[in-house]
């Protein structure tokens, strides 16, 4: 691992934007910031090149141009660049879409980017472009076998994507001292929230929130906030780290309030707690470590009572399956697993038994899709389906309820 190989591929074809560049890194909430990011910059008028990571269905997910889709035809071509450009230089799947998104923006003319770090950040390859804000969501365990076992071990990794006097916006209330020490040592302007950025919540009756930024010596204030489209608590302090990062880039990317607003009211994120369907209500939610059990479970908590919830669920191996399990077993009445037929995927045997294990009621089924459909079957009116576990359940799902 390291960021030689892309370096010298990324020099060979001239990649250095002239744009301001936004890096977003962290366990949970990258995606939900880039799309944050994303329409808030559209609403004010910038053409935005955004590029984020895993997708669903089509890889085309991965690379928008001004608010677009990249289409298959500029994929392949800019995927070709890359591969005449790197010779006999090695590079991995990640790291040949990520010099050929930056190939793309940089024949668009565009006027800021946004790119989400794909595994931890210091060794990821859109570091190897200098961030002008750098945003860490949060830092919890995930990828334990490349980025370490312990919160302060993955939080260096993370902190990695700060540099010298640049805004550093980190959205993890209690960040691991090592990602403390990391903004320090490379003389970062760090902004926490809680600390410079403060989210207040209206009271009962009161329409909107304000987001309070303190950046050195000068105090912003940003109120009346709009309601979030993406459903969920913890979707403030994403939201939060937007309007900080915006702020500390507001000389070089100025925003109106209304476009502020706008974005943040706008945006959306498939497959985070996304509704797909009412009667029985059915929800997909990407959740796949412990971190993002929890945001998971506050909002199954907020579900009207009277119905059960009833899980479709399948899993990577290397997941911790019973510490989610531990966090999800009080919300969840019954679970339909699957396996996924993927080198990282854990069968459904497997599954079962770490379930059953924890307690859990379930039924093991031959895929995804049949899942599914038991669960459509045995759900009520009133009861609740939950896909979650992973990025590949969430799209069998999607795949099976459109096909």
Not at 90 to 98: C, D, I, M, N, W
Not at 240 to 248: F, G
């Amino acid at each position: 691992m390291g960021l030689d190989r892309v370096a010298r591929v990324r020099d060979q074809l001239a990649l250095q934007p002239v744009c301001p560049v936004i890096t977003v890194g962290g366990t949970n909430g990258k995606g939900s910031v880039c799309a944050y990011l994303e329409a808030v910059l559209t609403a004010g008028g910038y053409r935005v090149g955004c590029y984020s990571s895993p997708h669903l269905l089509r890889y085309n997910e991965r690379v928008h141009v001004a608010g677009q889709e990249t289409t298959d035809a500029a994929l392949c071509e800019a995927l070709a660049a890359v591969e005449q450009a790197r010779g006999e230089i090695p590079l991995t799947y990640f790291e040949q879409g990520t010099l050929a998104a930056m190939w793309l923006f940089q024949r668009a003319g565009l006027d800021v980017l946004v790119l989400e770090v794909g595994l931890g950040g210091r060794l990821d390859a859109v570091n190897v472009w200098d961030a002008d804000c750098a945003v860490v969501t949060s830092v919890d365990l995930d990828h334990q076998q490349f980025l370490g076992d312990t919160r302060e071990a993955i939080g260096f990794e993370k902190a990695g994507i700060y540099r010298a006097k640049t805004p550093a916006i980190c959205g993890d209330t209690t960040p691991p001292a090592s990602l403390l020490a990391h903004a320090e040592a490379v003389g970062a302007r760090l902004m926490r929230l809680g600390v410079e950025i403060r989210v207040e919540l209206g009271s009962m009756g009161d329409v909107g929130w304000t987001c309070r930024i303190n950046d050195a010596a000068e105090q912003r204030v940003y109120p009346a906030l709009p309601a979030l489209a993406m459903p969920g608590h913890h979707q403030y302090a994403n939201a939060a780290c937007v309007v900080a990062a915006l702020s500390t880039l507001h000389t070089r990317l100025p925003i109106s309030m209304n476009a502020l607003r706008s974005g943040l009211a706008s945006a959306r994120q498939p497959g985070r707690f996304q509704v797909i369907g009412r009667q029985p209500l059915q929800v997909l939610d990407v959740a796949h470590n412990p971190h993002a059990a929890r945001a998971l479970a506050a909002n199954l908590a907020d579900l009207p009572p009277g119905g059960r919830v009833i899980a479709v669920c399948a899993m990577l191996a290397d997941k911790d399956v019973a510490g989610i399990a531990a966090i999800l077993k009080p919300y969840i009445q019954y679970w339909h697993v699957a396996g996924l037929d993927m080198p990282r995927g854990l069968d459904a045997a497997g599954l079962a038994s770490i379930l059953r294990d924890a307690g859990c009621t379930c039924e093991p089924h031959a895929s995804v899709p049949k899942a599914w459909r038991a669960a459509c079957l045995q759900a009520g009116p009133a009861d609740t389906i939950l896909v979650f576990g992973s990025f590949h359940t969430v799209a069998a799902v999607m795949e099976a309820k459109h096909s």
